[in-house]
């Protein structure tokens, strides 16, 4: 280790290296010791500038001037793009009644602003350029795991389709079972009625032979039946074979029927590479929203829905099983740690569950079928959950004390808290302080958006926490029970949509708050969660039937 350097050592003089460094030489930038200086500056005292060890490398060292080679330039002429002079270049012709700038206050200048550079890019830049490296690199460590969950998901549907290929044809032998026993008792019923023909037949034929032979006269003469009853034979049966008649295979339409993968599409948003980012071409709403399948998830009463981008959603209760369901098949059961009912759901960018447990006050992640806790709280009781489009989790949270309940939003980058939103420019709390549930989510403006049922409003904050705007209902749709919003969720197109369970309804708004209108239609009874997938199709939870009802309603 070198003795001059080392953190563990004290500074020694750089002639005798042996002694402790009293002084330095500004010009020649090596460290003295007493004696050393002497012997530092024999060879002439105006080629050296000896000042003490604290405070080295502070001495300015001026640029000569190209025209009088002897002087230093201290100045620069402003009236000259700011070129370098001496203070004979001053008193010249050549600058005569021009300004001057002492370079002395030009270099402290200077060192401020690379001082705020050099903080910028260390404390700033440097950072979020880490992040985006660190985040590229998990992409990267997690990709083979995340194509490996999509080739399984793809040999569980064709699993799925091989179960569905044996039903039917279990289903196609077991009518062709019944159509055979038809067949045979068909076959039966025409047998038995030429045997009992026969049978008579034989009866007549032993009368006839016996007259035959007989030489009594008054069988012979009454004899008078008819064997034209026999002449004319029954018509045969032909009953032709059942056949299979299978319907062509259209290898591309089959393709296309049983799923799809959606392309790999590259998007960059403020600061990472983000991948599948849904469409953002302007999409209307439909005049009239449709149903597209209902699933039902075995709950008596459904909390929460969230989509994954393969087609998966997961959905929770009121009970301690998380549920995942593809296609309306149910996939995989997980179990909440604390054995108790979770708070909220979400999915991160990596695709990994996590739930909210307001027992243990802590956010959980479920990797690889593990459950970790991802945060820990102290006197605050996590609620509901949103990812956002930057990997970030935002919590709603409330503290009940003797004075008084608080509730709040937290942003955080991991494990790691980054923000808190609680008051608005006024200090009013801009949420209101009960144990209600708040729904939240992130449009694609990165504008925060709380379903603050107690207040009765959606509280939408920009990403720095700045209020925006509330919105308190609309006649048309309120005018029989008050607005108490439920789940939130948000499209491609940075729309709202509100969960309005008192009517039975959902509320759509535009990203400024605007009332659009409402989806009333699809039988839809006790709208609870929602969610959209990367196609902006709805999923709605309806709380008491324990169902998710997946709407259509743009264009």
């Known amino acids: 280790m070198d003795p001059h350097s080392s953190a563990q050592d004290v500074p ?307 009970t301690n099983d998380i549920k995942c369901f593809i296609a309306g098949f149910l996939l995989e059961t997980i179990k909440t740690k604390s054995a108790e009912r979770p708070g909220d759901i979400a999915v991160d960018s990596d695709g990994d569950l996590l739930y909210s447990d307001r027992t243990t006050g802590t956010v959980n992640k479920v990797k690889n079928g593990q459950t970790e806790e991802l945060i820990t709280l102290q006197g605050w009781a996590p609620g509901n959950l949103c990812v956002t489009s930057i990997g970030d989790l935002l919590v709603t949270m409330m503290t009940v004390n003797d004075e008084e309940t608080r509730s709040i939003v937290v942003r955080y980058s991991g494990s790691k808290e980054r923000q808190t939103i609680l008051f608005d420019d006024e200090g009013n709390p801009l949420y209101s302080g009960n144990t209600k549930i708040k729904y939240i989510t992130e449009n694609r403006n990165h504008d925060i958006c709380v379903a603050d049922f107690e207040a009765g409003a959606v509280v939408v904050v920009n990403k720095d926490g700045k209020l925006k705007w509330r919105y308190t209902g609309h006649p048309s749709v309120t005018e029989k029970e008050p607005f108490k919003p439920r789940g939130i969720t948000a499209d491609s197109q940075s729309r709202i949509l509100t969960a309005d369970r008192n009517n039975h309804c959902i509320h759509i708004l535009d990203q400024n708050g605007q009332f659009l209108r409402y989806i009333d239609n699809c039988d839809l009874n006790d709208p609870f969660g929602l969610c959209v997938d990367n196609d902006d199709n709805l999923f709605v939870c309806e709380f008491s039937k324990g169902n998710v009802k997946k709407i259509k309603y743009l264009k």
């Open 12 to 318: 020694r003089c750089d002639l005798c290296e042996t002694a402790i460094t009293h002084s330095y030489c500004d010009l020649c930038h090596v460290n003295l010791c007493k004696p050393c200086v002497v012997d530092h500056i024999s060879g002439g005292y105006e080629k050296h500038k000896i000042v003490p060890f604290q405070e080295r490398r502070s001495t300015l060292f001026y640029p000569k001037c190209e025209t009088h080679s002897h002087k230093k330039c201290k100045f620069q002429c402003e009236d000259c793009n700011n070129i370098f002079v001496c203070s004979s270049c001053i008193a010249s012709e050549q600058h005569a009644r021009h300004k001057f700038v002492e370079i002395t206050e030009v270099y402290k200048t200077k060192k401020e602003v690379i001082k705020k550079d050099t903080d910028e890019l260390e404390n700033h830049i440097s950072p979020a350029y880490d992040e985006i490296a660190l985040h590229l690199e998990n992409e990267l460590a997690n990709l083979d795991g995340g194509y490996e969950k999509l080739t399984i998901t793809m040999s569980k549907e064709g699993e799925q389709w091989h179960r569905e290929i044996d039903i039917i044809i279990n289903r196609m032998k077991t009518e062709i079972k019944e159509i055979k026993g038809k067949h045979r008792d068909i076959l039966k019923k025409h047998l038995d009625e030429i045997k009992q023909t026969q049978a008579l037949m034989k009866q007549v034929l032993l009368v006839l032979k016996e007259i035959e032979k007989s030489t009594e006269v008054a069988p012979t003469v009454k004899y008078s039946f008819k064997i034209r009853e026999f002449s004319k034979p029954p018509p045969k049966v032909q009953i032709s074979l059942p056949t299979f008649i299978p319907k062509p295979i259209d290898h591309e339409k089959l393709y296309r029927l049983f799923g799809q993968i959606t392309p790999l599409a590259t998007a960059t948003g403020e600061s990472v590479l983000s991948l599948n980012q849904p469409n953002t071409s302007v999409r209307e709403l439909l005049g009239e929203p449709e149903l597209v399948t209902t699933i039902q998830t075995g709950y008596k009463r459904l909390r929460s829905v969230t989509c994954l981008s393969d087609g998966r959603i997961w959905t929770n209760g009121m």
